[in-house]
């Protein structure tokens, strides 16, 4: 090995030595209690919209009322330095995870872990416009970027492709949820009441935002087969559009319920995940 490769096998072991360090470690644990606000936010949200009040029910929504709260600038700097330290360890797993497996099932791992880290930084983009001062309108930015993909022919196969493949991961955490297979990820819970409380939350919150999820891709398939970008309104469009349904309102304050047994189950997960 040349003198190259040995300075690169150096600077990527002491990646590997950092990202397992105890503080940071214990920073990335704190991205899941960031997401798992975030999702009691939008939860409790929906949940007033289910009984006739207003708001906005997606991340933007969510993370504006945050920021409203009594230190709520504080609380966003955090959120966003545990989303960012979540996603920085996530894309470590990419290089160092699962070294011992097959070839398919690292390369499994590996985009799980893109996929994952990805998903955790654009929640950290989030919360770090908003500590900036900035804010934004989730609803809105999805009907523009629809519309301009809309634009074109490759751009409207894109977001079918897209909303597509939102229905399937909301497939995938409904199924993740009945089947409480999601315990793989944990290390050993305490015993009795407490332990059978957080498998329920799981159960119930996995199953709640697949419906969300899988609501939220159909109305992008919707929005994209018939070139209305107006239908393309995001995770609050998505859930307000269960209200319009029969019996809509106990539709929505279901799932909106599942949404904060959901992110009370990210916190608790932050304690229990394996890391």
């Known amino acids: 090995m040349g003198e190259v ?3 690169a096998t150096r600077a990527a072991n002491a990646a590997d030595d950092a990202t397992d360090s105890r503080g940071f470690i214990l920073a990335a644990r704190a991205g899941y209690v960031a997401s798992g606000l975030l999702h009691v936010m939008i939860g409790i949200i929906a949940v007033r919209v289910a009984t006739g009040g207003s708001g906005s029910a997606d991340q933007s929504g969510a993370v504006a009322a945050l920021a409203g709260s009594p230190g709520g600038t504080v609380l966003l700097w955090a959120c966003f330095l545990g989303c960012a330290a979540l996603a ?16 398919r099932e690292r390369l499994k791992h590996r985009l799980k872990m893109v996929g994952q880290a990805l998903a955790y930084g654009a929640i950290g983009a989030v919360f770090g416009t908003y500590a900036l001062g900035g804010s934004s309108d989730s609803s809105q930015s999805t009907q523009s970027m629809s519309a301009r993909l809309m634009a074109h022919p490759a751009g409207t196969v894109l977001l079918i492709a897209v909303g597509l493949g939102l229905v399937v991961a909301g497939a995938f955490f409904v199924h993740r949820g009945v089947t409480r297979s ?26 709640a935002k697949g419906i ?52 009370a189950f990210m916190v608790v997960r932050a304690k229990f995940q394996r890391m």
């Open 5 to 7: 490769g040995r300075k």
């Open 88 to 103: 920085v360890f996530l894309l470590s797993e990419v290089f160092f995870g699962a070294t011992q497996q097959s070839d």
């Open 182 to 207: 999601f315990r793989e990820n944990l290390t050993s819970l305490p015993p009795g009441t407490a332990g059978s409380a957080v498998v329920w939350l799981g159960t119930a919150g996995y199953a």
């Open 212 to 263: 969300a999820l899988a609501v939220l891709g159909a109305l992008l398939v919707l929005a994209a087969v018939r070139s209305d970008p107006e239908q393309s309104t995001g995770l609050d469009g998505a859930l307000k559009s269960l209200q319009e349904q029969p019996f809509g309102a106990w539709i929505l304050g279901a799932v909106a319920l599942g949404l904060i047994c959901y992110g």
